[in-house]
């Protein structure tokens, strides 16, 4: 157990739909970094946020949003979803202390019908 | 741009055998830090193991040890007396120097290790 969870583990819509996933680092680090991991792509950084400000955006399309709260939680939101945003979505946190390492949570299955 | 190579996209390993896993990579930062994680089939992603960019031992843990080789940029996982439990997908990656708390790493595509028994 990485102390990192992540809600919901699977999850089934439509194109066109919106889905939040959510995330909560393990307790003492600062940062959330979201990843997905489709078969053609592989593991793609999309954002990440520190303390509650975004600090590095990758890949991340406009369809999609994230925001980390107060109590550190994060959520990631996809909208008007499509076929190909079907994936598993990770999300990680890392202590600013340590050597980089992130933690992952056992990741969020979208499919998209 | 950093980018992380693993040429391997499937290995096979008998049991109690040791197995490299290969991976390169290019940066132009002189700090950096370099990863290891498995992905079972369950799908979780589980950290195995690290090496800094300016240790001058090789990483190990356990049965996982990671050969270095910064003049060619190689960062080889190799794994001792292997189980039925390693098989798995085997991801390299990659972090920057970064700031404080800025860890985003890149991965490579994987490997897929099957041990036999």
């Known amino acids: 157990d990485s102390g990192v969870t992540q809600t919901p583990k699977h999850l089934i819509t439509a194109t066109g739909q919106r889905v939040t996933l959510r995330c909560s680092p393990r307790s003492g680090d600062l940062s959330v970094y979201w990843y997905q991991q489709s078969l053609d792509q592989g593991l793609q950084f999309l954002i990440q946020?520190?303390?509650?400000?975004?600090?590095a955006k990758g890949n991340i399309l406009e369809r999609f949003s994230a925001q980390q709260f107060p109590d550190l939680h994060s959520e990631l939101n996809l909208s008007s979803l499509e076929l190909g945003d079907s994936a598993l979505y990770f999300c990680?946190?890392?202590?600013?202390?340590?050597?980089?390492?992130?933690?992952f949570g056992e990741g969020s299955r979208l499919t998209v019908l | 741009a950093q980018k992380i190579t693993q040429t391997q996209p499937g290995m096979f390993v008998q049991e109690k055998e040791a197995v490299t896993l290969d991976c390169t990579y290019d940066?132009?930062?002189?700090?950096?830090?370099l990863f290891w994680y498995k992905q079972p089939s369950s799908g979780e992603m589980i950290f195995l193991i690290y090496?800094?960019?300016?240790?001058?031992q090789n990483a190990t843990e356990g049965r996982y040890s990671l050969n270095f080789q910064k003049a060619r940029k190689s960062a080889n996982l190799v794994i001792s007396a292997s189980q039925l439990g390693d098989s798995a997908m085997y991801f390299c990656a990659m972090r920057d120097g970064g700031g404080a708390g800025s860890y985003q790493l890149t991965f490579g595509k994987g490997t897929k290790l099957s041990v036999i028994p």
């Open positions: 940066t132009s930062d002189q700090s950096y830090g």
């Open positions: 090496q800094g960019s300016y240790d001058e």
């Open positions: 946020y520190y303390n509650g400000e975004e600090r």
């Open positions: 990680a946190s890392s202590h600013p202390l340590n050597t980089g390492e992130l933690f």
